[in-house]
């Protein structure tokens, strides 16, 4: 398989190179040259399959052509290992066409752990293949970064520095990352914000010389590799509820699109979705778009589901790419104009075509912690303020003539405590193999916003770092 910018003016490359690369020259995104397509009878061929063995026959075509292409059955059966449930992202029956996907039983219980996992794989294997190592530094908020640690420690290629903006994490995120013991893990509390934490990040990229010598690469959501990883549970809901003969809808919590986006990928390649559902918080520019055709971004407002509070998602370009049909010219001019303007339009057709597939509600946080309520007394199941998000929106839009709807359920209740016990009146319980992070020793580095000195630790990793 060849990848293809989203911006047009960047060379074509194959898999090992996307995956490593991140974004593109250009400043686009990598997407496949053209989707695969999954016959009816090979949809029909993935019932009973195993999680690791659906994975293989979905993500195959996309690593077509890879050094490690032969390896991937291996490298799935590995990165699924690590997972608190046979299942992988088990189904839950909420109601008579309602069901929830578990996708919180891997190590740092998100959603996130799913693509993560085999995206460590990925990485390692590609590596050894090219005998190269890479040193990965990423900025969190919260929950990529521990997603990120847990999938590349012990590495042998790969060393990881994560930065965060000191104390302003939540304890169960900053323990999920610092009390991770590996040679090659390495945390860095950055005294400032968020976007102080980016600010270097971007700062390190745009440093040529240093980005050579210490091999730098990203793990961000706008990796292609993690797209793909994440199409497979789509598939793996289709083959457990009745597909190809069924046709089925998802609803899905969304903050930089990359979760649903691999939802619209999988329709592409030829799964009976109905419409995809995106549930939003008060940071709703996504459920706007979809209404009025206009992109226009305001502030961000911090909510009870912090991983979806974003204004600019970023994998939403993938999207548009294929909304101007795949003209790279005019993605990269529309989305120069939205950088500078913060605004961005398509015109009545596109709109239309957009509606086609996707349909957006949004809820404060008020409506939030009544979700949560409303989906406990009825169902008994608590969950966590994101998916919460989810399931109501689907409890707003969907109809039963669209066949059984899927809720993603992003994140394990423990993980947002607090907004749960203000809803339900109880603190959920971490899962048993979690239950001891409280004692678990931290390690992390406290260093000031100064580029210079976060340069030099970085450079400091647990192995001479090769040119990437
Ligand atoms: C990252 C995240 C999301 C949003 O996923 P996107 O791919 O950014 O749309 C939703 N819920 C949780 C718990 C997350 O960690």
Redesign the pocket.
Known sequence: MRYISTRGAAPVIGFDDALLTGLARDGGLYVPEEWPQVSTEALEDLKGLDYPELAVRIMRPFVAGSLIEDRLPELAAKAYESFGHKAVVPLVQLGPNLWMMEQ?HGPTL???DVAMQMLGQLFDAVLEAKDQHITIVGATS???GA?AIEACRGRKRINIVILHPKDRVSEVQRRQMTTVQAPNVRNLAIEGTFDDCQDLLKAMFNDQPFRQEVGLSAVN?INWARVMA?IVYYFAAGAALGTPQQRIAFS??????????AGYAAMQMGLPVSRLIIGSNANDILTRFFASGEMSIRAVRPSY?P??D?QV?S?FERFLFDLYGRDGAVTAGAMTEFRRRGVLHVNADQAQQARGFFQGYSLDDDATLQAIRRIYEETEEIV?P??AIGIEAAHVLHTAREGPVVCLA??HPA?FPDAVEKAIGRRPDLPPRLSDLYEREEAMTVLPNDLAQVQNFVRGGPFPAAAA
Not at 252 to 261: A, I
């Open positions: 919180f998100a959603f996130k919260g929950d990529t997603a959501s994440q899905v919590p969304t903050g930089n699109f990359g979760n649903v986006f589901s991983s979806m974003i998602s994998n966590d994101h998916s992003t994140a993980k």
